[in-house]
């Protein structure tokens, strides 16, 4: 991905990795790949604990409301999904997925019409049980192709984009094997979801303002709303040390941004003052720094 500032101005060639974590840009409504997997791979978390709360049915007399329990869940988390922009390069693996998805959904949908029809509740899941577990293999691949971390992985669930693989079986037709989760585990995804957002906005409003600057001066003028910016995204990043959400990939991911965010705070604050200043050399100075710390950030983002 090209890092090409937009304006010559020497200085703020920094602005190609902060406009990189803060969305690649302030020029687009999509979220950076970093951004996407970790939005999409914490609204499966928050869709698993969820689900790994419902009651587990244990006779077939049960199976009909155990899926009208779960189908609700997975069509929230599927509107999630779609409310999200990832970049252009993951774009059509992403729907592709969701289309997937669409397609179990319309199977248990069809699950839940022939059981309140009075259909035979064992014939019922047996019938569709290949069927929906095949588009889950697919969507499984889809996932790993997106590099997502808790979707379509055994981690947190056997989940595909979140959503239940083996949404028939036998014995439990629509439940998870998330791992254990207390019952603010969904509260807590929520908040991770929430948080992450936030600070990614803030960022991007950071990058924006700064890489549409043309000159020293004009940077100067626009130190005010990016430092707000800044605290917004000190404000969110500080959220994420309160909480704990009980899935090991999204809370190594959590305490990482948690220890990263306020280094990018700090250089991009002295990047700032620089730039208030009106001081050219020192901006020019703190590039080298902006762009490891940025990309310590990233790491944290992404596990690597």
């Given at each position: 991905m090209?890092?090409?500032?937009?304006?010559?101005?020497?200085?703020?060639a920094?602005?190609?990795?902060?406009?990189?974590?803060a969305?690649?840009?302030?020029?687009?409504?999509?979220?950076?790949?970093?951004?996407?997997?970790?939005?999409?791979?914490?609204?499966?978390?928050?869709?698993?604990?969820?689900?790994?709360?419902?009651?587990e049915?244990?006779?077939?007399?049960?199976?009909?409301?155990?899926?009208?329990?779960?189908?609700?869940?997975?069509?929230?988390?599927?509107?999630?999904?779609?409310?999200?922009?990832?970049?252009?390069?993951?774009?059509?693996?992403?729907?592709?997925?969701?289309?997937?998805?669409?397609?179990?959904?319309?199977?248990?949908?069809?699950?839940?019409?022939?059981?309140?029809?009075?259909?035979?509740?064992?014939?019922?899941?047996n019938?569709?049980?290949?069927?929906?577990?095949?588009?889950?293999?697919?969507?499984?691949?889809?996932?790993?192709?997106?590099?997502?971390?808790?979707?379509?992985?055994?981690?947190?669930?056997?989940?595909?984009?979140?959503?239940?693989?083996?949404?028939?079986?036998?014995?439990?037709?629509?439940?998870?094997?998330?791992?254990?989760?207390?019952?603010?585990?969904?509260?807590?995804?929520?908040?991770?979801?929430?948080?992450?957002?936030?600070?990614?906005?803030?960022?991007?409003?950071?990058?924006?303002?700064?890489?549409?600057?043309?000159?020293?001066?004009?940077?100067?003028?626009?130190?005010?709303?990016?430092?707000?910016?800044?605290?917004?995204?000190?404000?969110?990043?500080?959220?994420?040390?309160?909480?704990?959400?009980?899935?090991?990939?999204?809370?190594?991911?959590r305490?990482?941004?948690?220890?990263?965010?306020?280094?990018?705070?700090?250089?991009?604050?002295?990047?700032?003052?620089?730039?208030?200043?009106?001081d050219?050399?020192?901006?020019?100075?703190?590039?080298?720094?902006?762009?490891?710390?940025?990309?310590e950030?990233?790491?944290?983002?992404?596990?690597?």
């Amino acid at each position: 991905m090209s890092l090409v500032p937009r304006r010559p101005l020497a200085g703020l060639a920094a602005l190609g990795a902060v406009a990189l974590i803060a969305g690649c840009g302030g020029g687009s409504d999509s979220l950076s790949a970093e951004e996407f997997r970790t939005q999409a791979d914490a609204i499966c978390a928050d869709y698993n604990s969820q689900a790994d709360q419902l009651a587990e049915p244990t006779q077939p007399s049960e199976f009909l409301a155990s899926l009208k329990e779960i189908v609700p869940l997975q069509a929230s988390q599927l509107d999630k999904l779609k409310e999200l922009e990832p970049p252009s390069e993951l774009s059509g693996t992403f729907d592709e997925a969701l289309a997937l998805l669409d397609r179990q959904a319309g199977v248990l949908d069809t699950a839940v019409e022939r059981l309140e029809g009075g259909e035979d509740p064992e014939a019922v899941l047996n019938d569709i049980a290949t069927e929906a577990g095949s588009i889950g293999d697919e969507a499984d691949a889809k996932a790993e192709e997106l590099g997502l971390k808790v979707c379509g992985t055994d981690d947190a669930g056997d989940t595909s984009d979140g959503t239940d693989t083996s949404a028939a079986p036998t014995t439990a037709p629509a439940t998870t094997e998330a791992a254990p989760a207390t019952t603010s585990a969904a509260t807590g995804t929520e908040a991770y979801v929430a948080d992450v957002q936030a600070a990614a906005g803030a960022l991007s409003e950071f990058g924006t303002v700064l890489s549409t600057s043309t000159g020293i001066e004009d940077l100067k003028s626009k130190v005010p709303g990016a430092r707000a910016s800044l605290d917004t995204f000190d404000a969110a990043i500080s959220k994420l040390e309160g909480y704990s959400l009980g899935i090991p990939r999204l809370d190594e991911q959590r305490e990482g941004l948690a220890e990263t965010g306020p280094k990018v705070s700090d250089v991009l604050r002295r990047f700032l003052d620089a730039a208030a200043a009106g001081d050219l050399a020192a901006v020019q100075a703190l590039v080298p720094e902006v762009t490891s710390t940025i990309g310590e950030f990233q790491s944290a983002a992404t596990g690597t």
